[in-house]
Nanobody
């Protein structure tokens, strides 16, 4: 079993920056995780993919955050980061860390989320 714990959320003003972190622990040495990502969910809205990164470093971003957010991972530390710059009020949401297990079976792990609030 893998546990994901997010941190780094908080209240910032529009135009500010935050860096989110996700720490993975548990039986991670027994599985293979190829892709990790950040999702977010605002009140009354569907959860959406913000950014994802493969174990080879390939990244994918939602159009709404391209040029402002940057995802990275340190595999040796089992950590995932999301650097968020030029934050907008529309970025306000609970941000969730996700890890996609590919072996021995395909499954997803989720953190409990960290709240990001951007004020204007």
């Amino acid at each position: 079993q893998v546990q994901l714990v997010e941190s780094g959320g908080g209240l910032v003003q529009a135009g500010g920056s935050l860096r989110l972190s996700c720490a993975a622990s548990g039986s991670i040495f027994r599985i293979r995780v190829n892709t990790m990502g950040w999702y977010r969910q605002a009140p009354g809205k569907q959860r959406e993919l913000v950014a994802a990164i493969t174990n080879l470093g390939t990244t994918n971003y939602a159009d709404s955050v391209k040029g402002r957010f940057s995802i990275s991972r340190v595999n040796a530390k089992n950590t995932l980061y999301l650097q968020m710059n030029s934050l907008k009020p529309e970025d306000t949401a609970v941000y969730y860390c996700n890890a996609e297990q590919s072996w021995p079976t395909r499954m997803d792990y989720w953190g409990k989320g960290t709240l990001v609030t951007v004020s204007s």
